[in-house]
């Protein structure tokens, strides 16, 4: 599908209410008013889904410490933070760990808005995640079934998803991603 990047928003627009000090003294924002009095109205009238990434850290509830993504089934928005992929410090040598860790989690959230549930299946981006460990033994695609499942919601050419992929993955050096779609290709043959 087309993808187009939206104008960049201010960290101004999260209100008081929607802010809080977490315990190690950074601020946190709540997910959920992120999706539903934010994104819910920056999406265009056009769009199947909306994806926002933002460097601030996020909570989905009061008695919960942290987020890494949160997305809505029913408005197809969702919002990954990119706060703690880092740890804080973005460099040459953490950058590509980190953009992993953002492909994963945002690749998750969009799954959702595509109406895909958790996956049992251990590697699948699909499959629940609660701390970087778990994010970073996740492979960076659905496994085989939930790949059923977003081609029976959106009907796409697999083979041409899997090599515009494989060159997105090329172009950005991750080269174990780069052999699995390389290995998906070779399945299709
Ligand atoms: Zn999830
Ligand atoms: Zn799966």
Redesign the pocket.
């Known amino acids: 599908m087309e993808t187009k990047i939206l104008p960049v928003l201010s960290n101004t627009i999260f209100p008081k209410k929607a802010r809080r000090i977490f315990k190690d003294g950074q601020e946190q924002i709540l997910a959920g008013y992120v999706l539903d009095s934010i994104l819910i109205k920056q999406k265009p009238k056009d769009a199947v889904v909306l994806m926002g990434i933002t460097e601030k850290d996020l909570f989905p509830k009061p008695e919960w410490n942290y987020v890494f993504g949160q997305a809505s089934y029913e408005d197809g928005v969702g919002v990954t933070s990119m706060y703690r992929f880092s740890d804080g410090h973005l460099s040459d040598s953490n950058f590509n760990e980190s953009l992993e860790r953002l492909i994963k989690i945002s690749s998750?959230?969009i799954g959702?808005m595509f109406g895909i549930s958790?996956c049992l299946n251990a590697v699948c981006v699909m499959n629940?995640t609660n701390s970087l460990p778990e994010t970073d033994f996740h492979f960076a695609r659905a496994c085989s079934l939930c790949q059923q499942k977003l081609n029976s919601s959106l009907s796409y050419d697999p083979r041409k998803r899997l090599q515009d992929l494989k060159h997105f993955f090329e172009k950005q050096h991750l080269n174990i991603e780069l052999s699995r779609a390389e290995q998906d290709l070779s399945l299709l043959k």
């Open positions: 998750h959230e959702h958790h629940g």
